[in-house]
């Protein structure tokens, strides 16, 4: 009878250089079941301490986004940690990316800076007459400043008969305020209503001269054409930089994986534990090939399940793997989805791929629909049609679809007719 794969416990003691390889080992193997262990004391410290490899994941994840950069691969199991040359690299990148970023951001404040000096310029040409001469005037209570150009109207409308509103700018954001003496406190709420900021003039302003609005229009000009080439400049840092700064993340995916892992582990200040089951099959060369990849510096055990106090206690459950082809695999979820088999005993994915398939077909039996579905399963299978994750079913569906066309061959029945089909 076909049984649970034979699990063995290996007790792994690696020194603290060799720590990051063989973990990245382990998991490129991708059949090692870690024991459950509470973290000690000291992994919670070592935990709150910021890794060098996390920062550089997490800069080069924000220059990725930052420089909209497309087509990261979510299989990363061909990658490696990265190496003393990727983590210069990594710094590089970041530092070059860190001092264009910032000369982007002080040209964009420089621009901002000279478009706003410019349109203040512009708002104050109009006036041509000194300030000082305006203030001066007994009978009228004079305001400068700022209001939102959205305000304008509703504050001439809000001001009608009471005070002339006068703007100073094509955009309407300056506006000048005239109002007789007596109405001026009538004047001061209804400018503090609509947002009015009041703009200090000297007493002698009278107007911009046209070469300073001309010398700051061209400062703007200039402004924008800087943003523009530095603009261009980010483009062609992401063009250049595209292949190096996907392989360093996912390079550096793998270290924040491994140190994650590592953070778990029981330790000392020089020697981590690792514990974790693995098929029987596999722990020849999980030893020899662990062996060579430290060196020989490492120490290994090697625990039958019944050798496990844990296991013998009923506290722990040895975990369950079974070993099928890629026909009898397709249906291991079927058996997974009403819980998993216990170690040691019968494993009924066999018989469970053997009756279904009959069963199916047999209830099921019509060779057109048959032909559909196995179909589906082969195209499933080519990945040339994809539903959602089914595409792990794709050997149940050609299964099922074989079932199905041969029972409606021996009963004659063909997309719900008997009419087309003579019965087998």
């Given at each position: 009878?076909?049984r649970?794969t034979?699990?063995?416990?290996?007790?792994?003691?690696?020194?603290?250089?060799?720590i990051?390889?063989?973990?990245?080992?382990?998991?490129?193997k991708?059949?090692?079941?870690f024991?459950?262990?509470?973290k000690?004391?000291?992994?919670?410290?070592?935990s709150?301490?910021?890794?060098l490899?996390?920062?550089?994941?997490?800069?080069l994840?924000?220059?990725?986004?930052?420089?909209?950069?497309?087509?990261?691969?979510?299989?990363?199991?061909?990658?490696?940690?990265?190496?003393?040359?990727?983590s210069?690299?990594?710094?590089?990148?970041?530092?070059?990316?860190?001092?264009?970023?910032?000369?982007?951001?002080?040209?964009?404040?420089?621009?901002?800076?000279?478009a706003d000096?410019y349109?203040?310029?512009?708002?104050?040409a109009?006036?041509q007459?000194?300030?000082s001469?305006?203030?001066?005037?007994?009978?009228l209570?004079?305001?400068?400043?700022?209001?939102?150009?959205?305000?304008?109207?509703?504050?001439?409308?809000?001001?009608?008969?009471?005070?002339?509103?006068i703007p100073?700018?094509?955009?309407k954001s300056h506006?000048?305020?005239?109002?007789?003496?007596k109405?001026r406190f009538?004047?001061e709420?209804?400018?503090k209503n609509?947002d009015?900021?009041?703009v200090?003039v000297?007493?002698?302003?009278?107007?911009?001269?046209?070469d300073?609005?001309d010398?700051?229009?061209?400062?703007?000009?200039?402004?924008?054409?800087?943003?523009?080439?530095?603009?261009t400049?980010?483009?062609?840092?992401?063009?250049?930089?595209?292949?190096?700064?996907?392989?360093?993340?996912?390079k550096?995916?793998?270290?924040v994986?491994?140190?994650?892992?590592?953070q778990?582990?029981?330790?000392?200040e020089?020697?981590?534990?690792?514990?974790?089951?693995?098929?029987?099959?596999?722990a020849?060369?999980?030893m020899?090939?662990l062996?060579?990849?430290?060196?020989?510096?490492?120490?290994?055990?090697?625990f039958d399940?019944?050798?496990?106090?844990?296991?013998?206690s009923?506290?722990?459950?040895?975990?369950?793997k079974?070993t099928?082809?890629?026909?009898?695999?397709?249906?291991?979820?079927?058996?997974?989805?009403?819980?998993s088999?216990?170690?040691?005993?019968?494993?009924?994915?066999p018989?469970?791929?053997?009756?279904f398939?009959?069963l199916?077909?047999i209830?099921f039996?019509?060779?057109g629909?048959?032909?559909?579905?196995?179909?589906?399963?082969?195209?499933?299978?080519?990945?040339?049609?994809?539903?959602?994750?089914?595409?792990?079913f794709?050997?149940?569906?050609?299964?099922?679809?074989?079932?199905?066309?041969?029972?409606?061959?021996?009963?004659?029945?063909f997309?719900?007719?008997?009419k087309?089909?003579?019965?087998?």
């Amino acid at each position: 009878m076909a049984r649970t794969t034979e699990m063995k416990l290996l007790e792994l003691m690696v020194l603290k250089q060799d720590i990051y390889r063989v973990i990245e080992y382990i998991g490129k193997k991708g059949n090692f079941q870690f024991q459950t262990k509470n973290k000690n004391s000291k992994a919670d410290e070592e935990s709150s301490v910021p890794n060098l490899e996390n920062k550089f994941y997490d800069e080069l994840k924000k220059i990725y986004a930052d420089l909209g950069l497309t087509d990261l691969p979510e299989d990363i199991s061909q990658a490696s940690s990265p190496s003393d040359e990727d983590s210069s690299a990594a710094a590089k990148i970041i530092s070059s990316y860190q001092d264009l970023q910032t000369k982007i951001t002080d040209a964009t404040a420089e621009a901002a800076k000279v478009a706003d000096a410019y349109k203040e310029a512009n708002a104050f040409a109009n006036l041509q007459v000194s300030y000082s001469e305006l203030e001066h005037l007994s009978f009228l209570s004079l305001k400068i400043g700022k209001i939102v150009p959205a305000n304008f109207d509703d504050l001439k409308e809000a001001l009608e008969g009471v005070a002339v509103v006068i703007p100073l700018g094509d955009d309407k954001s300056h506006v000048l305020v005239a109002s007789s003496k007596k109405g001026r406190f009538a004047l001061e709420s209804e400018l503090k209503n609509h947002d009015f900021v009041k703009v200090e003039v000297p007493a002698d302003f009278k107007g911009v001269p046209a070469d300073v609005l001309d010398g700051l229009k061209k400062k703007e000009v200039e402004a924008n054409k800087r943003c523009e080439e530095l603009a261009t400049e980010k483009a062609n840092f992401a063009e250049t930089h595209k292949t190096l700064i996907i392989s360093l993340l996912e390079k550096f995916a793998i270290a924040v994986q491994i140190d994650e892992v590592t953070q778990k582990l029981e330790s000392t200040e020089l020697v981590y534990r690792i514990t974790g089951w693995i098929p029987a099959s596999d722990a020849e060369s999980y030893m020899k090939d662990l062996d060579q990849l430290t060196e020989s510096r490492i120490a290994i055990r090697e625990f039958d399940p019944y050798e496990v106090p844990s296991v013998m206690s009923g506290k722990e459950d040895v975990p369950v793997k079974l070993t099928h082809g890629k026909l009898i695999k397709s249906f291991e979820r079927m058996i997974f989805s009403y819980g998993s088999p216990i170690y040691g005993t019968i494993d009924p994915t066999p018989w469970v791929a053997l009756f279904f398939t009959v069963l199916f077909g047999i209830m099921f039996g019509d060779c057109g629909q048959g032909l559909v579905l196995l179909l589906v399963g082969v195209l499933m299978a080519c990945k040339v049609i994809k539903l959602g994750g089914w595409e792990k079913f794709a050997r149940v569906f050609i299964c099922v679809g074989v079932s199905s066309s041969i029972m409606g061959l021996l009963t004659g029945e063909f997309f719900g007719t008997e009419k087309l089909l003579e019965p087998f």
